[in-house]
């Protein structure tokens, strides 16, 4: 049983850990608050079912409930949501930006873009829930008393990929140097001879694919519906913050802690309390270690 | 003398388009040569820096770089035409390792920089030792040591600081301005505002004295620096080290 939610806890903070990247990239590299993140996952995930609906998920692969073509969706998903992350930069922030305005007014137009961004969502696909695939599905058993879907191991598995990719892209490439060297001080940067508009725009195009992979994630477990990401957008910025916003380590284990934590609290308070855990988890860092678990007292 | 590289006549620069701090400074360097920028607190010295590195607005007078119009191009820009700057404070990425710092000095480079990291290597020999850690582990001197080389990665013509001593020990203010007389004599320009006025003119070329927002006086350092007038008002105070 412990077990069991323990695997839980890793699959959904694997989920979170993806959207909690862009969150953090927001707050590091372009210094607001992004709370239309999560509507960047539901479009990566209504991005993806348009291709599915398409070409079909595909038959399925090894003991995948889908084919190459949900592959080739996500794919697709996790560009074109990089595009409208960057779209919607061009349309509101950048202006913003420009106009020299202060981060809250940055805050206030993402609530404002989350708003247009959910409601397109229901405007065109209807407020009813989808699925890329109803192929039924057996649980295996990975380890004594912890099964898992063959389709959540894909995901899990995925998701170490992704990260260990980006980790590595951050490291190593230059792009990803001037990331960081962005985020800590745009002015040197620039006096580097970064061009921060550049690095902006890859930041939102990075931001976007990214939240659209979790996005599909969230869709494949296992349905997709139009609050699928604003139902977690606490989770992303409670997993963000508890991992301080300093760096992507910090985001992914903030991610699983958060995941972690709502899949055990079920064994101290009833389980309909699971979707207050990151409220709580954010009172909680914010109480008692305010930079975050790997973040720097400034 | 060589000709000047870098010609900056009547600028007329701020923060704000409407509230000008430099109201028409001009100033030029060649290369080879040191030049200092002094003046009292206010003088607007480094908003003349900053701009002529396109990092505030020039809103009248005219740069060139070897004889090209550079007024108001974007500071990436400038950095890739070989104007390199070195800030005040926060002039190094702290959280970023002393090599990961150089490779972002030479972001506007294209194609290899193994050879530039080796030369500023081998001209700082104490940051190869620390090479992949942070640099928030160095010294203040290190820390300007780092700074320095990471203008250089873009192999500049003219590398203009702004108080490159600021807070650092008596002992490693010589350092660095060793380091600048060294860099220098390779044939690059450099230009400096310093609050360290004589021990900074003792090994400049020329000096450019500054108060409130123009041009007071300027001309050989060693003539500034025998001008009893001007070390009264701009020199006194502030003992050589």
Redesign the interface.
């Given at each position: 049983m412990l077990a069991q939610s323990l695997a839980d806890g890793i699959l959904t903070g694997a989920i979170i850990a993806l959207g909690a990247i862009g969150v953090s990239f927001g707050l590091q590299i372009l210094k607001f608050a992004n709370f239309a993140h999560s509507e960047l996952l539901t479009w990566g995930a209504y991005l993806a079912l348009v291709f599915v609906a398409f070409a079909g998920p595909g038959t399925p692969t090894a003991e995948l409930s889908f084919g190459w073509q949900m592959m080739a969706a996500m794919l697709l998903a996790a560009l074109l949501t990089g595009g409208l992350a960057w779209l919607v930069d061009l349309l509101i922030f950048r202006r913003l930006r420009r106009m020299g305005s202060h981060p809250m007014s940055l805050v206030f137009a993402a609530f404002g873009a989350a708003l247009v961004m959910r409601h397109v969502v229901v405007l065109i696909w209807g407020h009813g829930t989808h699925f890329y695939t109803r192929e039924l599905q057996i649980a295996i058993e990975v380890l004594p008393g912890v099964r898992m879907l063959p389709d959540q191991i894909f995901i899990l598995g995925l998701a170490i990929v992704i990260v260990v990719a980006l980790h590595l892209y951050l490291t190593y490439s230059r792009t990803g140097m001037a990331m960081r060297a962005m985020a800590e001080s745009p002015s040197l940067a620039r006096a580097c001879g970064i061009e921060v508009e550049n690095v902006i725009r890859w930041t939102w195009i990075l931001s976007g694919g990214l939240a659209a992979m979790a996005g599909v994630f969230l869709g494949l477990t296992p349905q997709l519906h139009p609050e699928m990401g604003f139902s977690l957008l606490l989770a992303l910025f409670a997993a963000s913050i508890l991992g301080g916003t300093g760096s992507l380590a910090g985001a992914v284990i903030g991610g699983l802690l958060v995941g972690l934590a709502e899949n055990l609290s079920v064994f101290l308070i009833g389980s309909g309390y699971k979707t207050a855990m990151p409220f709580l988890v954010l009172l909680l860092v914010l109480f008692f270690r305010p930079q975050g678990l790997f973040g720097e007292k400034s | 003398m060589s000709e000047p590289i870098l010609i900056a006549r009547d600028i007329v620069a701020g923060y704000a388009p409407d509230l000008p701090i430099v109201h028409g400074v001009s100033a030029d360097i060649a290369p080879g040569e040191v030049v200092t920028i002094i003046g009292p607190n206010g003088a607007g010295k480094s908003t003349f820096v900053k701009a002529l590195?396109g990092?505030l607005p020039i809103s009248g007078g005219r740069v060139t770089l070897g004889g090209r119009d550079i007024t108001g191009r974007p500071?990436?820009a400038l950095?890739?035409d070989g104007i390199a700057?070195?800030?005040q404070t926060?002039?190094?990425?702290?959280?970023?390792t002393i090599h990961?710092n150089l490779?972002?000095?030479g972001?506007?480079v294209r194609g290899d920089l193994r050879s530039r990291l080796e030369r500023s290597y081998a001209m700082f020999p104490e940051l190869a030792a620390k090479r992949n850690q942070r640099a928030r582990v160095l010294s203040g001197g290190q820390r300007q040591m780092l700074a320095i080389g990471?203008a250089l990665m873009?192999n500049p013509s003219v590398v203009v600081l702004d108080e490159p001593t600021a807070g650092l020990a008596p002992k490693v203010v010589g350092e660095v301005f060793v380091e600048l007389r060294r860099l220098a004599t390779s044939g690059v320009a450099v230009l400096m505002v310093e609050q360290n006025a004589r021990a900074a003119l003792a090994i400049s070329d020329r000096g450019c004295v500054l108060a409130e927002g123009r041009n007071r006086a300027g001309g050989r350092a060693a003539d500034l620096l025998a001008d009893t007038v001007l070390a009264e008002a701009f020199l006194g105070g502030r003992k050589a080290h």
């Open positions: - | 590195v990092l500071a990436h950095v890739a700057f070195v800030p926060a002039n190094i990425f702290a959280s970023l990961e490779v972002v000095g972001h506007t990471r873009t």
